[in-house]
C-alpha cells in the first residue's frame, strides 16, 4: 500500500515569512495529491490539490509542487498570517482513498 | 450545498456499550471514508465504502468495529463493547469518485469513561 512521509512534525516561522511543508511517497501509481488545515477542533479542511499531470499549482499565498520523479510534493505558504497556524496535512492518492502524513503543527510567531 | 455532516459531534459511552457514529456524504457524493484521529496525532484510515458496498476496510481492527454504506441513508460505523482504547475523534470524508476531491465532515468525538 501507500506510504507518505511528512516533514517536519512542527514548523515555527515568523509572521510574513514563507513556510514549506514536504511530503514523499511510495506508490508510483499515486496520481492525486491534496493538502488539509485542521484548526483545533474541527475537520480537515481541503486548501489545495495537485494532480499527477500538473508540476505546480498556486492559488494566491499557497502553492504546491510535485516531483513525480523523486515522488515527492510540497507546500508552500507565503507572507505568512496568524489565521495560517493550524495542523496541515498532506496525502497521496491512487484508486481507493487518501494516505495521509502524519500532519505538520505550523504555529506562526507574532 | 450542505457538506458532510456527521452526528452526533460529540459521544460519550460507559465501557461496553455501543457506539454508532452516522455521516451523510455530500450531495451527489457515493464514496465514504472514515478515519481515526487520536489527539496529536495523523488521521489514520479505516474504511472506504461505496454505497452498499464495502471495498477497502484494512485499517478496521478486526474486532468490534464495522461500518456499512445502505443504499438509503447515511454511513454508519458502529463500534461495539467500547473501551477507553476506543476514545478518539472519528472523521468521515465523501468523494464523488476515486482519485477526485474529498471533503470532510466536522468529525465524532468520542469518549469512553
Known amino acids: 500500500g501507500e506510504n507518505v512521509e511528512q516533514h517536519p512534525s512542527t514548523l515555527s516561522v515568523q509572521e510574513g515569512d514563507s513556510a514549506v511543508i514536504k511530503c514523499t511517497y511510495s506508490?508510483?501509481?499515486?496520481?492525486?495529491f491534496p493538502w488539509y488545515k485542521q484548526e483545533l477542533g474541527k475537520g480537515p479542511q481541503l486548501i489545495i490539490d495537485?494532480?499527477?499531470?500538473?508540476g505546480e499549482k498556486k492559488d494566491q499565498r499557497i502553492a504546491v509542487t510535485l516531483n513525480k520523479t523523486a515522488k515527492h510534493f510540497s507546500l508552500h505558504i507565503t507572507e505568512t498570517q496568524p489565521e495560517d497556524s493550524a495542523v496541515y496535512f498532506c496525502?497521496?492518492?491512487?484508486?481507493?482513498?487518501?494516505?495521509f502524513g502524519k500532519g505538520t503543527h505550523l504555529i506562526i510567531q507574532p | 450545498n450542505a457538506g458532510v455532516m456527521q452526528n452526533p459531534r460529540h459521544l460519550v459511552r460507559r465501557r461496553g456499550q455501543e457506539a454508532r457514529l452516522r455521516c451523510s456524504p455530500m450531495?451527489?457524493?457515493?464514496?465514504v471514508y472514515w478515519y481515526r484521529q487520536l489527539p496529536e496525532e495523523g488521521l489514520k484510515f479505516m474504511v472506504y465504502?461505496?454505497?452498499?458496498?464495502?471495498?477497502?476496510e484494512s485499517g478496521m481492527p478486526k474486532e468490534r468495529f464495522s461500518a456499512e454504506f445502505p443504499k438509503e441513508g447515511p454511513s454508519i460505523l458502529r463500534i461495539q463493547q467500547v473501551v477507553r482504547g476506543d476514545s478518539a475523534a472519528y472523521f468521515c470524508?465523501?468523494?464523488?469518485?476515486?482519485?477526485?476531491?474529498?471533503?470532510f465532515g466536522q468529525g465524532t468525538r468520542l469518549t469512553v469513561v
Open positions: 506508490d508510483s501509481a499515486s496520481n492525486y
Open positions: 495537485i494532480r499527477s499531470n500538473v
Open positions: 470524508a465523501s468523494s464523488p469518485g476515486t482519485g477526485g476531491e474529498a471533503f
Open positions: 465504502l461505496q454505497k452498499e458496498n464495502i471495498i477497502d
Open positions: 496525502a497521496a492518492s491512487e484508486a481507493d482513498g487518501l494516505t
Open positions: 450531495k451527489g457524493h457515493s464514496h
